[in-house]
């Protein structure tokens, strides 16, 4: 399936809001885990029946839903029925390829980015969707898969670092997106150390694998431009909110957020300039390489070329050429030829051309 748009063939001619999975299944089973908290208690669970979920709902306490798997489209139609999820948001919540949005509804907000990382032995960029609903006192996650990038922010939460114990689900929102963003970053860095090797090794050795290195990170680069403009945008919104789920203490963060992913945004067009110098680079030592056998080839073609014009006139089969019965006429022959190779190569060397 393609990275850079998923096919929406399953849900084609179908509703408006209906469940249909987009994507690829990458979990056999889906699970639930729920971190419910405040700054005094934790208790964290794994549940199997959606409906357990309601149970952990107290006003005065953040309750952390993560889902893992979004084949199964029952579930994800129970928890929008439990927490009274517009239809439109569970279908963008299945659609794996959704372009990063963000939208308000009376009782929470709906936020869908991707989560990248770089695999370091295929060179690729690889991209999992993550879907979040804010409430005021609850957080769903929707995940393609198990994680670890949020592994930081639920250690925060058991050994009470920081002051996600003591903020609300806004706060939670934020250190999610604090930590995806700093992903995109960690992405942009790795993609980065190598194309800036790679300039180097254009100029020395403009050979066709740093053709198709070049090519392939354009490529990488190109996907997670694709990614983290749209996700700016998700951000930029977000921090100028006026919605109460986003409480006033919560804002400097969203705003500081925003700086960084501007650097992410900044540094991926960075590189993205700097490949197409690098080809633009690659593409000019290969025309210089060519034009010096060229060169050569022509001086060479030139030097031959009178030579072959007086071989020529001494080839022909006339029976009276005067120089055919002198004695030394093959060596005065050769002495002609010498002499005009020799004058030849002189003046190529005066002009500069050798």
Known sequence: ????????????????????????????????????????????????????????????????????????????????ELFSIHPLVLEDILNTGQRPKFEEYDEYIFLVLKILRFDTESMLVQGDQLSIVLGDNYLISFHEQPVDIFQP????????????????????????LDTVVDNYIICIEKIGCNVEELEEAVLEDPSPDILSQIT??????????????????LIISLAHCDNEILRESTTPYLKDLKDLISHAVEATDNYREMLSDQLGIYNTAIGNRLNEIMKILTIFAAIFIPLTFIAGIYGTNFENVPELKYKYSYYFFWGIMATVAILMIRFFKKKGWM
């Open 1 to 80: 399936m393609a990275r850079f748009i998923k096919s929406n063939e399953p849900s084609a001619g179908k509703a408006p809001g209906s469940l249909v999975f987009i994507g690829n299944q990458k979990l056999d089973q889906s699970i639930i885990k729920i971190s419910a908290f405040d700054a005094h208690e934790l208790n964290e669970y794994t549940i199997e029946d959606v409906d357990e979920c309601t149970r952990y709902l107290t006003p005065d306490s953040v309750t952390w839903v993560s889902v893992y798997g979004l084949h199964d489209t029952d579930n994800i139609k129970r928890l929008g």
């Open 153 to 176: 922010v639920r250690e925060r939460i058991r050994k009470h670092r920081g002051r996600i114990r003591q903020g609300k689900s806004d706060y939670l929102a934020y250190a999610l």
């Open 216 to 233: 392939n990170y354009k490529r990488e680069v190109n996907y997670l431009r694709k990614t983290i403009r749209p996700a700016r945008e």
